[in-house]
Nanobody, 117 residues
């Protein structure tokens, strides 16, 4: 059974930092593309960042230079380090595991990030 459990969200002032974590079980990072997505109120879910099994990184333009996606050495936890946060980063952030070859696409339950003074 695949489980993705996010944590680390919260309320932060503009310019602040947060680190999101996604504890994964039931999958192997060596086969999946892992990613973070976000959905702001009233908007569609959008890609934030992905990391492939080979370590290739991809970021949406709006977070380049501010956010960093990574995994731990054991490859059971996915991270998203978010610096210089802006009010427009406010959203529910979701962890995603995707294996296109087999049509697998798993989501966590989401964690709220609110950037406000």
């Amino acid at each position: 059974q695949v489980q993705l459990v996010e944590s680390g969200g919260g309320l932060v002032e503009p310019g602040g930092s947060l680190r999101l974590s996604c504890a994964a079980s039931g999958i192997s990072f060596s086969r999946y593309v892992m990613g973070w997505y976000r959905q702001a109120r009233g908007k569609q879910r959008e890609l934030v960042a992905t990391i492939s099994s080979g370590g290739s990184l991809n970021y949406v333009d709006s977070v380049k230079g501010r956010f960093t996606i990574s995994t731990d050495n054991a490859k059971t936890t996915l991270y998203l380090r978010m610096n210089s946060l802006k009010s427009e980063d406010t959203a529910v952030y979701y962890c995603n595991a995707r294996l296109l070859l087999l049509g697998y696409n798993f989501w966590g339950q989401g964690t709220q990030v609110t950037v406000s003074s």
